[in-house]
């Protein structure tokens, strides 16, 4: 049985496939990106045994979940055809699923008709989308008939003009209505699974999102596990005036101030560094059993 939450307190579970998945300790999600265009050339992997070893990788290195996308959604994409969209995970799910049946999976699309394909072929275990719903109408009512957990993200706009001048009178005030939102659509349906995602990056200037990462424990107002992907994102690059190649330590200190605010899943590409951030910060939140004066 669940355990009785206070006020304000994120839910620590969910169901994934007749599993109960606790949150208690944070989860690391390990990103695979079967493209050849997404904006972090590290996450990109087209060839079966690739993905298959970053399996590997992602799992050997502690991480919890395996997020596969095979669409780009970063900023000033065109998404490609369903079709290809399809193709491209049937490819990174056979060889995920064959080495680890029962690995914890992700599928990152913001199309129904996806979303319904890969949980029947492959038990996917959680749907990834983007669009909240916003780029397909039946997506919320597919997730509801699919029974499984599903990330609901905020981005204004969509990611081939998302970052064309985007703009907020009060950007935490309107994320947290836009959540109540969709939300309350999600239960009407009985969608009882839903973590929220702020959406760093998508349709957020830098300062938005570090508006964002400052506010992220109003989040918690809607009992919700929070997931915060911000790995290797402009909003650490261009600060600093480097790459994406060389943003790890920067994406490592943000994951820490997220883990500190109340984030209950990380989305990254280094999933070694998030696991030693999880576990650095939770001794920092544990009882002593002896205190000395």
Known sequence: MEQERSVFTPRRTIQCNGKLITMDK??????????????????????????????????????????????????????????????????????????????????????????????????????????AGELDPAMFETIAELGVPYILMHMKGTPENMQLNPHYDNVIREL??????????????????IIIDPGFGFGKTIEHN?????????????????????????????????????????????NTLALLKGASILRVHDVKEAVEAIKLVRLTSAQPEFQYI
């Not at 690739?50 to 979940?65: H, K, L």
């Not at 008709?113 to 990834?128: G, L, M, P």
């Not at 947290?176 to 699974?193: A, G, M, P, R, T």
């Open 176 to 193: 947290i209505l836009f959540f109540n939102e969709k939300i309350e659509k999600l239960k009407q349906l009985i969608v009882k699974d």
């Open 210 to 254: 570090y508006t964002i990462l400052k506010n992220l424990e109003t989040f918690q107002l809607l009992e919700l596990p929070i997931l915060v992907g911000i790995s290797r994102k402009s909003m650490i690059y261009k600060p600093l005036n480097i790459k994406p190649d060389l943003a790890l330590n920067g994406t490592t200190v943000l």
């Open 26 to 131: 944070p989860l690391v999600m390990g990103i695979i990106n079967v493209t050849n265009d997404s904006f972090f050339k590290g996450s990109r992997f087209r060839f079966p045994f690739s993905i298959a070893r970053r399996a590997q990788q992602i799992i050997e290195q502690g991480g919890d979940i395996i997020d596969i996308g095979a669409c780009s959604t970063r900023p000033g994409s065109k998404p490609i055809s369903e079709q290809e969209e399809l193709k491209r995970l049937t490819k990174a799910l056979h060889a995920v699923r064959k080495k680890y049946p029962d690995a914890l999976i992700s599928v990152d699309t913001f199309r129904s008709s996806v979303a319904k394909r890969v949980v029947s072929d492959f038990k996917v275990d959680i749907i990834n989308d983007i669009s």
